[in-house]
């Protein structure tokens, strides 16, 4: 079981977690959207397309742009279609 842990709350937890490059990629039902907030930052990956944002919120504390995610990842990254990824200090194990 792999878990994304931030602020002291489980953000997500799955046994079915795509990992590229480092990333653990979690399936979007294994992530609490009571913590999501969503966010209008992007970016792009060459290979895997255009990645769009969401800021944690727990407790109270903000976490801007955490969470990232492909709405429509290239042939290449298909295996990261509806799945989200984690950094900015989010414990990921």
Request: charged share 25%; with cysteine; hydrophobic share 40%.
């Amino acid at each position: 079981m792999v878990q994304a842990k931030w602020n002291g709350a489980v953000i997500a937890e799955s046994e079915d977690t795509v990992i590229v490059e480092g990333n653990h990629y979690f399936p979007r039902d294994s992530v609490w959207s009571k913590y999501l907030l969503h966010s209008d930052a992007t970016s792009h990956c060459p290979w895997k397309g255009d990645a769009c944002y969401h800021s944690l919120i727990v407790d109270g504390e903000t976490n801007e742009d955490a969470a990232w995610y492909y709405p429509e990842p290239k042939d290449a990254a298909a295996e990261i279609a509806g799945r989200i990824a984690f950094w900015k200090g989010v414990e990921v194990g």
